[in-house]
């Protein structure tokens, strides 16, 4: 197998509420909150971020981080300002994933599942 046909590794960052998050709150009230957001956005303007977004029971995110080795995934997922104030835990976790969809359908559109 040559390294064209090698599946796609990825770094997925489950983040989960840190020392500092505040119940009474919800995400996006959080002091940090935006930081965090902002940072996103310009991972995926770099083409580092691949995509990402919140659980929705709202316990957490995760984002895909993309062309990364495991210590650059680490560092970047450590350098979000909302874990380096506390309101978020990073977990970097490597993921391999050997199918890969080219385009996928729109929620609620007629697919065959």
């Known amino acids: 197998m040559s390294d064209s046909e090698l599946p796609a ?9 840190g020392v500092n998050w505040d119940e009474r709150f919800s995400f996006h009230d959080q002091i940090g909150a935006q930081d965090h957001l902002t940072y996103l956005d310009a991972l995926r303007r770099r083409g580092v971020l691949a995509m990402g977004g919140p659980y929705l029971d709202d316990s957490g995110c995760l984002a895909v981080l993309q062309g990364l080795s495991p210590d650059q995934a680490r560092l970047i997922a450590h350098a979000d300002p909302a874990v380096r104030i506390g309101l978020l835990e990073a977990e970097v976790r490597p993921w391999l994933v050997p199918i890969e969809v080219a385009a996928t359908p729109a929620v609620g559109s007629n697919s065959a599942f």
């Open 9 to 17: 590794v990825y770094h997925v960052v489950l983040y989960s509420p």
